[in-house]
C-alpha cells in the first residue's frame, strides 16, 4: 500500500482498498480500510464479520468522497424526493445492521483464533510438500482463508474429500479469462504466473471455532497422501 499510496500522489488518483475480506486486519498497525481514500467491506456471511444476508460498506475519511457514497446508496438524493444524481437503493437494512452490531463486539477474538489456527497449519505443515501462505512483519492479517498451493491440488483435493475434509478453491478461473472480460484480447499464456496459482491453490478449513483437534486431522490427512505419493 506504500508504494501504491505513492504512486497515487504522484497522479493524483483516488485510491479505493477492497477490504472485502480484511476486516481487522493491520498493516504496518494501521487498520485495513484506512489506508486509501476510501474502502469496501463485504458482510456476506460467510466473511469475517458476516451479515444475516447480503450486505456491505463503505468507509472513507474524506468528506466529498462520504457526501458523494452517501447519496449514491439513496437513490441520489441530497435530500428527500430532491435527485442531484443517478443513485442505487444500497441502504444496508435494519436487521443486518442489528447482527452486525452484536458481531462487532467478537471479531477481534474471532481474528485472534483464526490467526492461531493458521499458525498451527503452518507449523504442522512444514516437510509436507505444500507451498504454505506467508506473512511479512509488518502485517496482521485475519484469515479468511489459509490457502495452500500444491501442482497436484485435484489428487489431494480427491484424497481430503474421502477422508471426510471439505476444502475449497477461490478462485479457478483468473480475470482475464473470464468469459466476460474477453473483450479486454487477453488469452491463456498472458499471465502465467497468476495462471499456475489459479491451477494450484487449495484452500483450507478455516473459521474460528476451528478445533487444534480438527487442524491435526487435516494435516494428518495432508500426511498420508504425501505418504502414499
Known amino acids: 500500500m506504500d508504494v501504491v499510496m505513492a504512486v497515487a500522489r504522484r497522479h493524483h488518483l483516488v485510491v479505493i482498498e477492497d477490504a472485502c475480506q480484511a476486516h481487522g486486519a493491520r498493516y504496518k498497525g494501521r487498520r485495513a480500510g484506512s489506508l486509501g481514500h476510501a474502502a469496501a467491506f463485504s458482510f456476506y456471511p460467510a466473511k469475517n464479520l458476516g451479515a444475516y444476508g447480503d450486505g456491505g460498506i463503505v468507509v472513507t475519511s474524506d468528506e466529498r468522497t462520504n457526501t458523494t457514497i452517501r447519496m449514491l446508496r439513496d437513490y441520489g438524493q441530497q435530500k428527500k424526493y430532491h435527485h442531484t444524481m443517478q443513485g442505487f437503493n444500497r441502504r444496508l ?3 443486518q ?9 467478537h471479531l477481534d477474538g474471532w481474528n485472534a483464533a483464526r490467526r492461531h489456527h493458521a499458525e498451527q497449519y503452518s507449523q504442522l505443515l512444514v516437510g509436507s510438500g505444500l507451498v504454505l501462505p ?12 489459509y490457502v495452500v498451493r500444491s501442482p497436484e ?27 466476460a472480460y474477453q473483450n479486454l484480447g487477453y488469452h491463456m499464456g498472458d499471465f502465467p504466473v497468476t495462471e499456475q496459482y489459479a491451477a494450484e491453490i487449495l484452500s483450507l478449513p478455516m473459521y474460528p471455532e476451528l478445533t487444534d483437534s480438527a487442524i ?14
Open 134 to 145: 506467508k506473512v511479512p512483519l509488518h502485517a496482521e492479517p485475519v484469515w479468511h482463508l
Open 93 to 95: 437494512d435494519t436487521l
Open 216 to 229: 491435526r486431522r487435516v494435516t494428518g490427512a495432508i500426511g498420508m497422501y504425501q505418504q502414499a505419493a
Open 153 to 179: 491440488r485435484e489428487h489431494l483435493q480427491s484424497h481430503l474429500t474421502t477422508c471426510g475434509v471439505s476444502t475449497g478453491i477461490h478462485y479457478p478461473v483468473p480475470i482475464h479469462l473470464q468469459e
Open 97 to 105: 445492521a442489528a447482527v452486525l452490531r452484536v458481531k462487532l463486539k
